[in-house]
């Protein structure tokens, strides 16, 4: 790991620290102590490092995925947004005290927020990682005479979901704060309370707190007295907590611990303003993806995190020590090359999808592509991005030979829906002129409908496939919305903060489809479902198939006839008999 306590701004970046990773065994910090000091580097270049794969081809024996061979040139993406709030923010702590953004500590005990059923609730999580940045700022004005500065691509969480707080110079695009929006948390009283019986129970004698702890009283401040401090009586009863008195002080449980996050009429947004230069700005990230920061709650950045897992910090290591295949073609070339390979169509971007941006930039994915227009070896790109017109050169070369095909991922038509769904993806008006430049271009397109959502985009079916085919399209494929592990809960999450009138509804239409369950990953049914909701959804796929033309050409698969293995740089040439 290389870490550096360095808090100067660097020209070009977004945070301005290194902390560790949280799983490091140790911390470095600098000292100045007096001797000598080669001057700092104004900025600091981005250092892209190859991931030490020993192959590149990724086998599959699923039976209801069209492919065995897959390759994914990526593991991660330049781009990680830094959402962050000035230092002097108060943060929310479990004890019902408050600290300053710049003084949380890793391992803090905060409140955070999640979703217990229709509502969300707070509770107690821990910080995971703190860091500082330096970006252009707003002040945002609240009705309770609340200020708040952060920067523009920070969110709130509002009364109908997360929002930012200023837009990126599009304002079609993803949701952000405007005047009159009511943010979600606490009242301007209900945190003066918090703070008032905090600083009290700070202020008691440890005897008085553990005393309370072990008879199972709970101290309560009074509002007529600031100095009086009296002990209310819960149970009475003996209690074996009371062999426990040298445990811990007074809890605050019964403060906020799962009550419902409401929006009051103090959190209304009067006023925002660009404040026209760049703050030191700090973030977090928490066990529950948010935290409560002057009484709003607040979205946490949760991708910086991830670079811990690979000894590197969250701050300045995150932007500037990225990870892709960087030999990816010359692995690709030796593959091909071994005695036993055999060649079968390779799908391109399975995992994740081969037109990232930066792609634009490293040609990871072009390069792979080369190699197999060289080898005349099939293959299948599957992707959400408009970048793959810019390889239209090769894969129409391929296509002449029925060497190459793309299949374009469409989710719904409506800018709204696509923004909650997939904020950073193309547009369906420029995915669909992907479809038809690819197509005019003699390319084989075909686009799949995925994820199709229960009562949120399946009554879209028939004019995705439609418009799709008015692109250029001929086949079609789609597949229904799956959650497996962790992603159940997330999609919980999403759905009670975009569709609450019908997350009900949808999740009952998905235990319908899975068998009772939120997730089936029995091959063979995982992509489309059991039951008669699967099978009207699939009567409706076939229905408009037919209608539209769409699969109705025989053949259309990519052959492997052409393939030549490359020659192994220095390997013995073959004879010409």
Not at 60 to 75: A, H, L, Q, T, W
Request: proline share 6%.
């Amino acid at each position: 790991m290389s870490s550096s306590r360095e808090t100067r701004p660097l020209k070009g970046r977004g945070a301005v620290s290194n902390p560790e990773g949280r799983f490091e065994s140790r911390q470095l910090e600098s000292v100045d102590d007096g001797w000598y000091q080669e001057a700092l580097p104004d900025s600091v270049a981005t250092a892209v490092t190859p991931e030490r794969a020993k192959s590149i081809i990724t086998t599959n024996d699923s039976p209801d995925v069209g492919f065995e061979y897959s390759i994914n040139p990526y593991r991660g993406c330049e781009h990680g947004c830094i959402y962050c709030l000035s230092g002097n923010t108060s943060i929310l702590l479990a004890n019902g005290a408050t600290r300053p953004l710049r003084e949380l500590e890793i391992g803090q005990e905060i409140y955070g927020t999640e979703k217990r059923g229709r509502d969300r609730r707070y509770v107690r999580t821990t910080v995971l990682a703190h860091w500082r940045t330096r970006k252009l700022a707003h002040r945002i004005m609240l009705a309770d005479g609340t200020q708040l500065v952060a920067s523009a691509d920070h969110r709130f969480l509002a009364h109908d979901g997360w929002r930012f707080v200023a837009p990126n110079g599009d304002v079609s695009g993803p949701p952000y704060v405007t005047r009159q929006t009511p943010l979600m948390g606490l009242a301007l009283g209900i945190r003066q309370r918090l703070s008032r019986e905090a600083r009290m129970i700070a202020a008691s004698p440890p005897s008085l707190h553990r005393l309370a702890l072990a008879a199972d009283f709970e101290i309560r401040s009074s509002d007529s007295a600031r100095l009086l401090r009296y002990f209310q009586l819960r149970g009475g009863r003996d209690s074996p907590r009371f062999s426990h008195s040298c445990g811990p002080s007074i809890t605050q449980e019964s403060l906020i611990d799962q009550q419902a996050v409401e929006s009051p009429a103090g959190l209304r947004v009067v006023e925002i303003e660009p404040l026209g230069a760049e703050l030191d700005l700090f973030d977090i990230t928490t066990g529950t993806g948010d935290f409560v920061a002057n009484g709003v709650v607040s979205h946490n950045c949760y991708a910086r995190p991830a670079h811990s897992y690979m000894g590197l910090s969250p701050g300045l290591d995150f932007e500037t020590k990225l990870f892709y295949k960087h030999d990816a073609a010359d692995l690709l070339e030796r593959e091909l090359a071994r005695p036993g390979y055999v060649c079968k169509p390779i799908m391109l971007g399975a995992n994740t999808d081969p037109y990232q941006p930066v792609e634009r930039r490293l040609e990871v994915t072009r390069g792979i592509l080369a190699v197999l227009a060289r080898c005349r070896h099939p293959v299948s790109v599957i992707t959400k991005g408009a970048l793959v017109t810019r390889d239209t050169d090769l894969l129409t070369d391929m296509a002449r030979d029925d060497l190459a095909s793309v299949a374009v991922s469409l989710t719904s038509l409506d800018a709204a829906t696509k923004r909650t769904l997939e904020p950073r993806t193309a547009s369906p008006e420029a995915r669909l002129r992907v479809i038809r430049h690819l197509s005019e271009a003699g390319i084989p397109v075909s686009v799949m409908v995925a994820p199709v959502i229960p009562a949120i985009t399946d009554h879209e079916l028939e004019r995705l496939l439609e418009a799709a085919r008015d692109a250029g399209a001929t086949t079609a494929a789609y597949v229904l919305l799956r959650l497996p592990y962790e992603v159940k809960t997330l999609f919980r999450e999403w759905l009670a903060e975009h569709y609450p009138d019908r997350a009900q509804h949808v999740m009952s239409l998905v235990n319908e489809l899975r068998g009772g369950r939120d997730n089936d990953p029995e091959f063979g049914t995982r992509m489309r479902g059991t039951g008669p909701y699967a099978e009207l959804l699939r009567t409706r796929f076939q229905l408009a198939c037919r209608r539209l033309g769409l699969n109705a050409a025989r053949g259309g698969r990519l052959t492997t006839r052409h393939f030549r293995p490359p020659t192994p740089t220095g390997g013995q040439m073959g004879l010409d008999l």
